[in-house]
């Protein structure tokens, strides 16, 4: 069974961004399934870090969202963690749109 994930990633800002497509390609082949899609990856350039993160002042931000089953997290996850280009990263399953929550009027009335 499959699961709908986003990663974050923040790669060392001094990568070139055909390093950081061939790392990304590599690691994602780690999640590759049949009958999955490949991943959607949004590209959000350089910013400033909140936070020093080893001495790095600013990071290249990429957000995957991507399809795997759960059993190919922990490869992935050691892989990503070895590679030195990458600052910090972080995985969430994606749950899809949140309900919304009614809510009772503040004068107490109901519609009629």
């Not at 974050?8 to 390093?19: C, G, H, K, P, T």
């Not at 899609?37 to 002042?57: C, F, M, Q, V």
């Not at 030195?84 to 503040?106: H, Y």
Request: no cysteine.
């Amino acid at each position: 069974m499959t699961r709908h994930y986003e990663a974050v990633y923040i790669f060392d800002s001094a990568l070139e961004e055909a390093a950081i497509n061939e790392r990304l390609e590599r690691f994602h082949a780690l999640l590759a399934q049949p009958d999955t899609d490949a991943p959607e990856l949004s590209h959000w350039g350089k910013r400033t870090l909140a936070y020093p993160i080893n001495r790095h002042e600013t990071g290249y931000y990429v957000i995957a969202k991507l399809e795997t089953s759960p059993e190919a997290l922990p490869e992935f996850e050691r892989a990503v963690k070895l590679d030195e280009g990458v600052l910090r990263f972080l995985i969430v399953v994606n749950e899809g749109p949140q309900p919304v929550v009614a809510t009772a009027d503040k004068d107490g009335e109901d519609d009629e």
